[in-house]
């Protein structure tokens, strides 16, 4: 059983960065991939970034690539995600999730409560 726990969401103005935290306790948190999801109000729910448990590969949707970086620390199990030059499109519930095997797509095993994110002036 892995628990997650995001935190750093908040108001933030377009253009704006801000940087998203999932805290991991239980298994080897270490073994497990990691992906970000967010979902805005009457959409459904997207992969927005994922990385591999050894950090050699990551994932990006196209929306948010050069804006978003996904980066871990095995030593803290902890995953960041840094958003820069955020755009009100941005503004949705934030998930972080954990997987042995999957990497991108939906069905991760484990998931956090989530952290609203809002981008508006």
């Known amino acids: 059983q892995v628990q997650l726990v995001e935190s750093g969401g908040g108001l933030v103005q377009p253009g704006g960065p801000l940087r998203l935290s999932c805290a991991a306790s239980g298994r080897t948190f270490s073994l497990y991939n990691v992906g970000w999801f967010r979902q805005a109000p009457g959409k459904e729910r997207e992969m927005v970034a994922a990385?591999?448990?050894?950090?050699?590969?990551?994932y990006y949707v196209d929306t948010v690539k050069g804006r978003f970086t996904i980066s871990r620390d095995n030593a803290k199990d902890t995953v960041y995600l840094q958003m820069n030059s955020l755009k009100p499109e941005d503004t949705a519930v934030y998930y972080c999730?954990?997987?042995?095997?999957?990497?991108?797509?939906?069905?991760?095993?484990?998931w956090g409560q989530g952290t609203q994110v809002t981008v508006s002036s």
């Open positions: 990385i591999r448990w050894s950090r050699e590969s990551t």
């Open positions: 999730a954990a997987d042995r095997v999957r990497f991108t797509g939906a069905n991760y095993a484990y």
